[in-house]
């Protein structure tokens, strides 16, 4: 039920800390993963890396801002089942520091790109669904896109998760909702994952004191692991979740809950 031998699956923003974990663990499934981001090289040596364990992958590499890039990529495939739109661009910062190019920059490389690839992508979607039974789009937001985060713990207005990121993680939950209603009679799933704390290796090792705060946040005790978004976006790509559309799954160890 959970199998995803042979499923064509676009991972935007591929090549990131937590992006090349869910390559590598839906590759492991038996997927066959289109590895995008801007840099050519890093996709190159991540699909490398993939195909070296045995795995599938193809190089993906184009601007998910960009139509003409899009459409450039869609006129070069035969075969999509699953979009996963993983893409943002963004610094951090406050309400009193960002500016209105933060905001747009944020907004165009999360909602407007993950809008533009449902559209572009649509018929191949609409094909898997009436040819193998499944199609679906995951749209990686943020819990962040529910909750504000605590300004208290941040030493500095640069290393705050800033505001331009929640509000663009709301509008993806938000446009999850919509494309679920307007993709349903195509039997298109649409759903969404909220992660949690998942800091990168180099915050991990850079700033210790901060990683304790966030870990004393979560219900569970600790900063999520990047396998452990794996594990709900396969649910959500694969048969196993044939009547489920519309939800956002927050995968954050309960920090939404309380």
Not at 132 to 144: F, K, L
Not at 187 to 214: E, H, T
Request: charged fraction near 15%; aromatic fraction near 8%.
């Amino acid at each position: 039920m959970f199998n995803l031998t042979d499923k064509h699956i676009l991972l935007t923003g591929a090549t990131g800390y937590l992006g090349s974990q869910v390559a590598y663990g839906l590759a492991e499934l038996g997927a066959i993963i289109h590895v995008n981001s801007r840099t050519i090289g890093a996709c190159e040596s991540l699909v490398e890396e993939i195909k070296v364990k045995g795995y599938r992958a193809i190089v993906a590499s184009f601007d998910v801002t960009k139509d003409e890039a899009v459409r450039e990529y869609a006129d070069s495939l035969s075969q999509l089942d699953v979009l996963i739109n993983n893409s943002y661009t963004g610094i951090g910062g406050t309400i009193l520091s960002a500016s209105t190019d933060n905001y747009i920059d944020s907004y165009q490389s999360s909602v407007v790109a993950s809008a533009n690839l449902t559209k572009v992508f649509e018929p191949f979607l609409s094909e898997a669904a009436s040819l193998r039974g499944n199609a679906s789009i995951i749209n990686v937001a943020s819990m962040y896109g529910m909750v504000s985060p605590d300004a208290r713990i941040y030493d500095s207005d640069e290393g705050t998760n800033p505001p331009f990121y929640g509000a663009s993680k709301a509008a993806l939950i938000q446009l999850t909702k919509y494309a679920a209603c307007e993709l349903a009679d195509k039997n298109i799933r649409v759903n969404c994952v909220s992660p949690g704390p998942f800091p990168s290796d180099i915050a991990q090792s850079n700033l210790p004191n901060l990683m304790k705060k966030i870990a004393s946040k979560v219900p569970m005790g600790r900063i999520g692991l990047p396998f452990e978004l794996v594990g709900p976006i396969a649910f959500l790509a694969s048969d196993a979740s044939s009547y489920v559309t519309g939800v956002n799954l927050p995968i954050d160890g309960g920090w939404t809950a309380w």
